[in-house]
């Protein structure tokens, strides 16, 4: 098309600057053809007239489209040239911090001075697979790709990495090392990969250097040869170097330093193994003090020596070697310190005792004399004789230097030698990875020959660099069958020829050295004789007639002709040689024994792993001992050159150009002049200008279509799309030279896709303008009839308004005067009332005077009434008193009076005779009668006699009695006078406690006193409260809401610690199990590779023993056996040969530490799992205590209270009875009455005290709760309630008193915690000691129960009997031993159970009865069973007649005892069909979920019945091994690991609900109970299962990963799901995968039918659903992972449309976890990173505001994922905008204070812990049915 279609108003173009190098510019007037000048203006706003060269008329280089800057691929690119390079790559580092671009095959890396997070594992796992274009550019993307066509095509490759010092060469190359180690790993357990690495640290401590341009500068050129198997895993590796900077090591420049190992050995002088090196600070010696710069900012050289050390270690070279390397340093060191003095012009002298001199003798081992002689003088020979020359000072000095470098560039080589013979293997190789780190083009102020030979090896590998780009590009048209015409491109081969050619330099120089005298000026003239005239490139400067300038590829450059020769010869003297090789030091020794046989000073014998591997070998012919070198170094690095050419050209090139952004080491700073001074020289440029020459915008059909659909009208899109885009392109490029149809893509000049996006953008803009006309049409007159309806509406509601107004007016007119009326009205009667009121008041106070003047009238009245009523009564009765005083004093006077004379009267009577007369009248009558009562009484006494003697003996036996009665009363009598002194204690008890109530009553009267007054007092508070609550209840309400609002956070802040505390216990958890189930995958690792080492014995040639299959078991047997698989394992390893018995030993020992570690992680997961749910039980029950504490309180009070009442009451009681006990036995004993009064009194008092003392516990309380009501006040521990007593606390003081009080209530009820909490804890170590018991009482009867079963059934009962009985006996005498008391209660309880037992007994022999009688009646059905077959056999049709027999055999199904039977030699029989051979997608499809499961248990079952420990044991350990070697042998079959994931879980759980521990059985049935394992404990066997489920998770896990992998990328990120809503931008020659589904594309439905296969598969084989919530959980977190990190290295996914294509594959994915029941499984917040990415790409992204709800939006989201997303975003179209670097730094900023790992992509590899809930089956194991199918027939229902 014409210039002036290109060049019009508005376009950019770029302009050449001094500063910038280019500029960019706007046209702000079209061009037309002849314009001698084009208007322009500059980015800051400033016109300028650019004038073009009036010769060629060449316009300025077009600006690309902002939609195609920053592309990965500088091919991409529409307009191809210098500025857009430059921009392009520019924009890349600064906006985006991205170091590496594509271009073309070249991949260029900038330094960027930091340390950037993107050479992690995880990051070398993204792009391990991954085709080149498919992610964005990287080192490790070319590191893949060359591995990749190594395994593809069978094809050694290359990877040349090249740059100026400081590029970061030596970092890109270790860079690639790495991932091929990570990558591919090692054939073998050497390590080869470590070995790999570690030759870095020790190349870089003797190679490496600090320069002015970089710290870490590789001051010699190498090639490392990684080899491979084949099976492309590493074996080993190769070093050549090249051209090592020997001069360094004695001389550096200003600013600079000498090699690392010179520093680091200083800097550890101070080690102990350092001390007889002699050395101190660097600064002390010339060799390492003449740059000035000893010390490298942030590098420590002493940890940089151990890392040195250590490397040397690992790649084989032992401590004594080490040390004498270093003292070969140190003498060099020591060497450089030797001072050389004149003793005239023409000789030098060194002073005698040199210490230096001395220092280095001691460490070379060589005589001081010897060394100090020929340091001094040099020996020439001659043809007949030998002369010895003294040298002069600066020829001594030279010879000094010379032969420091010469030992050094030995020790290199020999370091070099000895490195690559570490990295040799005997592994055959198959091929190799090379990586070429060689310096890059170099041009100083002073250039010399190092210069010359680093620029040299640079044109040859330029040369091959073109070579292999125009061949590329010569396939690629022939591949799509495009006319081919030759582009024409820059040969350097005329430079080349300069240089290696007949009488070219190389060759001039070699041929003056040979010259006896030649010189350096001879040899300078030599140069401009031969080429000046006749070679374009060769040029003299104009000053000088030492030096000569070469038109190299990249720029001219001047090289000084001083020292080319000396340096070209490298000559060393031979005397010195010789006194080095007479070392006693055996290593100096070693250096030079290949001293004669040497072919350059720079390197060993070809093959020794040096970089002379590459040079020519001499001629052994040739006499070399009388000379000291025949080959020159030019030479010598020529034929090394020639032959890495032929090595390069031997492999596939990959290429990386490192390019140094400015030369003062600033992170992230771009120098555009340095930079397009390295483009230039390192041939990106020249890439771009031989694909400029040709097509380089390729597009396929279906891209172009899908790209420029807007610009086709309807009737253009036909079918055939590939005819759709010819004939739109004939439209829209009339030229058609300006592009190319091929095969498969259509190729366009440069240019010509920048006029196709301008043609899109502005039929888009155009759209987009018709668009925005409707859509402000439609917005204008919405928002007018929007504002017509408001006024209408503000109308209507103004008129009313107004009517509302007038209602309201009349409204408040008639009120007012009704109010008027009533207003009135009221004051009227108010004023009455008034009057009223006070003349009622008037009439009241005047009659109560007078009614109170008559009350006291009639009071005192009433008063002296009684006084005189009183007072005449006592007056009256004294009289009456004196009155009957007197009578009675009368009458007993008068009495005595008459009783005297009577007494007198009788007394005279007596002494008279008649008196004795009356007297004896009557005697003799009575004598009479007396003599005849005696006569009587003879006659009786007579008979009383005879009675008598009969009598005594009894009364003699009466008296003894009585005697004893009499001893008893005495007893009686004495027992009465202790009663009586026990009565006396009583009355003096009873007086204490007279005395004791008169005490309370005076206690009770002054207490009541105080009441009075306290009560008096708070009534008076009161009074003064009431006043004050007035000016209270404002604060009142304030503290109330201030109260309420820190409750509220002091819960919220309790429920957020309980909370974050709940989380890290959960999360601690979680860690654990993730560690431990890490731990088990390493341990199936090891444990898969010792069974590869077993295999490996089994091979022909060796014998498998026994002993290996116990090995099998060793894991899942106890100690014992893991022993004896030890043993077995080393017995097999004795009989095999060629075996690595070291590994194996290794091997063995990491396995036991895996296992112990194993097993102290699962006592730790255990614990940990305790804890937790002993704290969480213990928070619950704190906070239930602490909320009942105060209850509890008063409660104890109350309960002490009660329990000292009673016994008070049964202490009184006591004492009554005791009282009455001995009223009655001392009944009839004189003062029993008194003994009753006492009591009565003593009840009495005892009545009394008790109302007292209920009346003071009464007046207590009282007083207890009103001194609490007040502490409430004052401390405002009621809130609700008493707030308003605040006002106390006003002073500090009372605040302070307030908070001490609080603080000790809280010490109270802390204490009151703590106690509760001792007893609790106190109470679970009995109970744990009561479980324990019950433990070892459950051993001991299980124990007892086993051999009860082996006894026949009728001693099986007695036993049992027996032992429960001496049982009970044993707990009876316990009892009775611990409390005889209660041993009557156990007694009763012990003839409870012995009854109990006694009708079990009865039961059970109820039960064997029947059994055997059921037993006969099948006994007779078997035999009429057989005699029926017996029958058959003559009879066919009598099996027919006969249905009855089929009929009984299911109505035993009910007696069965859901156990299977076999024999122990087919239990391997059982596994084989059961396991080994059992195919899920065959059989197994059809049987119950879990049936293998289930049969396995019951056959344990069986062997648990017949306590056969062996058999149980085997069979655990048998099927355990069969699932293994299943699992190993179809681990990749996702239906297989499922199946015996499923299987293998419902194996444990049948373990834990048949166990017979309690917390399994209580979702059992009855009948599921007895089922239960009645002999061992499996306990440690479920374990042993458990991490074989959690092995076969692992397994799961990643057989689904390796099924998911390939459809993620393509399906979540690649697909169109919703189609043109992205459009595809020009990528350039790396093509990524096409975006529209073809026919083998994944999309996002194969995820979802995938994952819909994942889930069937699942539920067909049982699956928990819990487990399958969690595989479902990690299947959405790998496709979330997965996702996010191919978009956070893709740069070309980060834009607004693939935000919404996610945000919608995402959604669909939700919905199918809506559709399937699983949105609680926690799937969906492993999205939550992948969808917050998406909506980063879709939210504004200009404003603090937007940064403000980035941060707030992205929680899931690290800083730095969010930073890279920002970096990575690109439009896609031109009405998107790119973020600025602005915003970024406010996101971080903003994002500064986040805690959070720095790593950048998400873990794919991570497994969420996985636990098995468990989950009882509700299925009856005597009801399970084997299928015929299984071939189980060995088997028998139990």
Not at 1083 to 1090: G, Q
Not at 1599 to 1617: A, D, K, R
Request: charged share 30%; aromatic share 8%; net charge positive.
């Amino acid at each position: 098309m014409a210039a002036s279609e290109l060049y019009t108003k508005s376009a950019r173009v770029w302009i050449p600057d001094v500063e910038e190098v280019w500029k960019s510019a706007e046209l702000t007037k079209d061009y037309k053809n002849g314009d001698s000048s084009l208007q322009l203006m500059l980015e800051d706003g400033s016109k300028l007239e650019h004038k073009l060269d009036p010769k060629t008329k060449n316009l300025p280089y077009l600006r690309n489209p902002d939609i195609l800057v920053g592309e990965n691929d500088l091919t991409a690119l529409s307009y191809l040239h210098e500025p857009a390079v430059l921009h392009n790559l520019k924009v890349r580092f600064i906006d985006s911090k991205l170091i590496y671009t594509y271009c073309g095959i070249v991949l260029v890396a900038i330094n960027p001075y930091e340390t950037l997070p993107i050479y992690g594992t995880d990051i070398i796992n993204a792009y391990s697979g991954q085709n080149m274009g498919d992610m964005d550019p990287h080192i490790f993307a070319v590191a893949e790709e060359a591995y990749k066509q190594m395994a593809r095509d069978e094809r050694n490759q290359s990877i040349i990495v090249s740059g100026e010092s400081g590029a970061g060469k030596t970092v890109s190359a270790k860079y690639a090392m790495r991932y091929f180690a990570t990558v591919s790993g090692s054939a073998s357990e050497a390590n080869v990969e470590e070995k790999v690495l570690a030759s870095n640290p020790i190349m870089e401590a003797i190679g490496n250097a600090k320069t002015t341009r970089n710290d870490n500068s590789s001051r010699f050129g190498k090639y490392i040869e990684i080899g491979f198997d084949n099976r492309y895993r590493i074996i080993g590796a190769n070093m050549r170097t090249y051209l090592l900077e020997k001069s360094r090591v004695v001389f550096q420049a200003e600013e600079e330093r000498n090699y690392h190992i010179f520093y680091q050995l200083c800097a550890s002088s101070h080690l102990p193994e350092f001390k007889n090196l002699k050395l101190s600070h660097a600064n002390n010696f010339l060799y390492t003090w003449q740059g000035h710069s000893p010390v490298i900012d942030g590098v420590d050289d002493t940890k940089e020596l151990c890392t040195t050390r250590h490397a040397f270690s690992l790649l084989g070279i032992n401590e004594s070697y080490q040390m004498g390397l270093f003292q070969v340093l140190a003498a060099i060191l020591h060497l450089g310190n030797v001072e050389i003095k004149d003793r005239d012009s023409d000789s030098s002298i060194i002073p005698p005792k040199n210490n230096h001199l001395t220092a280095f003798c001691d460490l070379v081992g060589v005589t001081y004399e010897d060394m100090a002689q020929w340091l001094c003088h040099r020996k020439l020979k001659t043809a007949t004789e030998t002369y010895i020359k003294t040298l002069p000072r600066l020829q001594a000095t030279n010879a000094r230097d010379a032969l420091s470098k010469h030992i050094y560039a030995k020790l290199f080589n020999w370091i070099v030698e000895h490195v690559n013979k570490a990295l040799i293997t005997n592994i055959k190789q198959h091929s190799f990875i090379g990586v070429l780190d060689i310096y890059g083009f170099e041009t100083f102020e002073i250039n010399s020959f190092e210069q010359f030979c680093i620029n040299y090896a640079n044109e040859k590998l330029q040369q091959q660099f073109n070579m292999h780009v125009f061949k590329l590009e010569q396939e690629e048209y022939m591949k799509e069958q495009i006319p081919w015409t030759l582009i024409d491109f820059y040969d350097n081969q005329p430079c080349i020829n300069l240089i290696e050619a007949k009488m070219g330099v190389l060759d001039l120089l070699d041929e003056e050295c040979r010259m006896p005298k030649g010189s350096d000026d001879s040899w300078a003239q030599k140069l401009y004789n031969t080429h000046l005239k006749t070679c374009s490139l060769f040029e003299k400067p104009r000053m000088s007639n030492r030096a000569f300038i070469i038109q190299h590829f990249a720029d001219k450059v001047e090289y000084q002709c001083e020292g080319f020769l000396e340096k070209n010869k490298d000559t060393v003297n031979e005397e010195q040689i010789k006194v080095l090789k007479a070392s006693k030091f055996n290593l100096l020794v070693e250096l030079f024994q290949d001293e004669e046989k040497a072919t350059s000073p720079l390197g060993p014998p070809a093959g020794a792993g040096g970089r002379t591997r590459l040079s020519i070998k001499p001629d052994k012919s040739r006499d070399t001992s009388s000379k000291e070198h025949k080959k020159t170094v030019g030479c010598q690095f020529r034929n090394s050159l020639q032959m890495l050419m032929e090595t390069l050209n031997a492999t596939t090139p990959h290429y990386v150009r490192c390019i140094k952004p400015n030369d003062f080491k600033q992170a992230f700073s771009f120098d555009p002049k340095r930079a397009v001074q390295q483009l230039r020289a390192c041939g990106v440029l020249e890439t771009i200008r031989i694909s400029a020459a040709g097509f380089p915008s390729r597009w396929t059909y279906q891209e172009f279509f899908s790209r420029y659909r807007v610009l086709m009208k309807q009737k253009d899109v036909l079918p055939d799309k590939k005819l759709t885009c010819r004939n739109v392109l004939e439209k829209l490029v009339q030229d058609q030279d300006k592009y190319q149809f091929g095969k498969t893509k259509i190729f366009f000049r440069a240019g010509q896709v920048a006029y196709l996006e301008k043609l899109r953008a502005d039929k888009l803009r155009a759209a987009c303008i018709r668009i925005q006309k409707t859509i402000r049409c439609w917005l204008a007159r919405k928002k007018y009839l929007r504002m017509r309806n408001a006024a209408i509406t503000i109308q209507r509601f103004t008129r009313g308004y107004q009517a509302r107004c007038l209602a309201k007016f009349m409204r408040r007119t008639q009120a007012a005067t009704i109010i008027q009326k009533y207003q009135k009205m009221y004051v009227a009667r108010k004023r009455y009332r008034q009057k009223q009121t006070a003349a009622l008041a008037i009439q009241t106070i005047l009659r109560a005077y007078m009614a109170r003047q008559k009350y006291q009238a009639l009071l005192r009245e009433h008063k002296v009434v009684i006084i005189q009523k009183h007072a005449r009564g006592w007056l009256a009765r004294r009289w009456y008193k004196r009155c009957l005083h007197s009578i009675v004093y009368l009458q007993c006077c008068i009495r005595r009076m008459r009783a005297k004379r009577e007494l007198k009267k009788l007394k005279i009577e007596a002494r008279s005779v008649e008196h004795f007369k009356k007297l004896n009248k009557g005697m003799e009558n009575k004598i009479m009668q007396l003599q005849r009562k005696i006569d009587e009484q003879t006659k009786e006494n007579r008979t009383i006699n005879e009675k008598l003697v009969g009598l005594e003996s009894s009364y003699t036996t009466e008296s003894e009695r009585l005697r004893g009665e009499l001893g008893r009363l005495r007893g009686v009598e004495e027992d009465a006078k202790c009663k009586g002194n026990q009565v006396n204690s009583l009355l003096e008890e009873l007086e204490k406690l007279k005395k004791e109530l008169s005490t309370t009553l005076q206690e009770k009267k002054t207490i009541e006193d105080w009441a009075q007054t306290y009560r008096d007092e708070m009534e008076k508070m009161v009074t003064e409260l009431k006043d004050q609550n007035g000016s209270l209840k404002k604060e009142k309400d304030d503290l109330n809401r201030l109260i309420q609002e820190q409750s509220q956070q002091m819960t919220e802040k309790m429920a957020r610690t309980i909370a974050a505390e709940t989380q890290q216990l959960e999360k601690d958890l979680n860690e654990e199990r993730s560690r431990y189930q890490n731990l088990l995958t390493e341990h199936l690792r090891l444990e898969e590779k010792y069974d590869d080492l077993k295999e490996h014995m089994s091979k022909p040639g060796h014998r498998r023993t026994d002993s290996t299959h116990s090995s099998n078991e060793s894991e899942y047997t106890y100690n014992s056996e893991f022993a004896e698989s030890e043993e077995g394992s080393r017995a097999a390893e004795d009989l095999t040969r060629g075996m690595d018995t070291s590994l194996t030993l290794k091997l063995q020992k990491r396995l036991t530490e895996l296992e112990q570690e194993k097993q102290s992680l699962r006592n730790e997961l255990e614990n940990k799992e305790e804890q937790f749910q002993r704290a969480r039980a213990r928070d619950e029950t704190e906070f239930k205590k602490a909320r009942g504490a105060e209850l509890e309180y008063e409660s104890l009070k109350r309960q002490e209270l009660e329990s000292e009442n009673k016994k008070l009451k049964h202490d009184l009681a006591e004492m009554r009875k005791s009282l009455l006990g001995n009223a009655s036995a001392s009944a009839g004993a004189p003062g029993s009455p008194a003994y009753k009064v006492l009591l009565d009194q003593l009840n009495a008092s005892c009545e009394e005290l008790e109302v007292r003392k209920e009346e003071v516990l009464i007046l207590r309380s009282q007083l207890v709760s009103q001194k609490e009501a007040m502490q409430h006040k004052e401390t405002m521990t009621e809130v609700a309630v008493h707030v308003e007593d605040v006002s106390k606390l006003k002073d500090a003081d009372e605040l302070k008193q307030a908070y001490i009080g609080l603080k000790d209530t809280n010490r109270l009820l802390e204490h009151q915690l703590q106690t509760q909490r001792r007893s609790y804890d106190s109470e679970v170590e009995s109970l744990r000691g009561e479980l324990q018991n019950v433990k070892e009482e459950n051993n001991r009867q299980q124990q007892l129960l086993a051999q009860n079963l082996q006894l026949p059934p009728e001693a099986r009962i007695e036993a049992s009997l027996q032992h429960e009985i001496t049982r009970l006996t044993n707990e009876n005498l316990e009892l009775v031993a611990d409390d005889p008391t209660a041993s009557r209660e156990a007694r009763v309880l012990i003839l409870r159970r012995m009854v109990d037992l006694m009708e079990q007994l009865e039961k059970q022999d109820r039960t064997i009865r029947k059994l055997k009688k059921q037993l006969k009646v099948y006994s007779k059905r078997i035999g009429e069973m057989g005699a029926g077959q017996a029958e058959g056999q003559t009879s066919p049709g009598q099996m027919v007649d006969e249905p009855i027999h089929p009929v009984n055999i299911p109505r035993r199904e009910k007696d069965f005892q859901g156990m299977l039977e076999y024999k122990k030699e087919d239990e391997l029989k059982l596994v084989k069909n059961l396991i080994i051979e059992l195919k899920p997608r065959g059989v197994a499809v059809n049987l119950i979920p879990g049936l293998p499961a289930y049969i396995l248990f019951m056959c344990l079952r069986h062997a648990d019945y017949v306590n056969d420990d062996q058999k149980v044991r085997t069979l655990l350990t048998s099927t355990i091994n069969s699932i293994k070697k299943i699992l190993k042998k179809r681990g990749d079959d996702f239906e297989t690991v499922s199946f015996w994931l499923a299987n293998t879980c419902r194996f444990l759980h049948c373990l834990k609900q048949y166990s017979g521990e309690e917390a399994f059985m209580k979702h059992n049935t009855s009948r599921q109970n007895e089922h239960c394992l009645s002999n061992f404990d499996l306990a440690e066997y479920r374990q042993v299962i458990s991490d074989l489920a959690i092995q076969i998770y692992q397994q799961l896990i990643k057989c689904m990963e390796n099924i998911l992998q390939p459809m993620i990328v393509s399906g979540m990120l690649e697909h169109e799901t919703i189609q043109g809503v992205s459009g595809v931008k020009p990528t350039g020659l790396r093509k990524r995968t096409s975006s529209i589904a073809d026919e083998g594309t994944y999309t996002l439905d194969s995820i979802l039918r995938q994952l819909n296969a994942f889930h069937s598969t699942m539920c067909q084989h049982g699956t928990d659903p819990e487990l399958i919530k969690q595989v479902v959980k990690q299947q959405f977190y790998i496709i979330g992972a997965v996702t996010l990190n191919n978009l956070l290295l893709r740069k070309d996914m980060c834009s607004w449309s693939k935000g919404m294509q996610i945000r919608y594959n995402v959604s669909q994915l939700e919905e199918w976890l809506r559709d399937k029941g699983l949105m609680t499984c926690g799937a969906k917040e492993t999205l939550e990173p992948l969808i917050q990415a998406a909506q980063l790409l879709q939210v504004k992204k200009k404003t603090d505001e937007d940064a403000e709800a980035i941060c707030s939006m992205c929680l899931a989201l690290t800083t730095a994922q969010i930073v890279k997303v920002l970096n990575l975003y690109t439009p896609v179209n031109e009405f998107e905008e790119r973020v600025s670097v602005a915003f970024i730094r406010t996101i971080q900023t903003r994002l500064r204070d986040r805690c959070e790992s720095p790593q950048l992509l998400m873990d794919t590899k991570m497994i969420y812990p996985i636990t098995f809930p468990f989950s009882p089956s509700s299925l009856a194991l005597e009801t399970i049915q084997i299928p015929s199918s299984l071939n189980l027939g060995f088997l028998t229902r139990v």
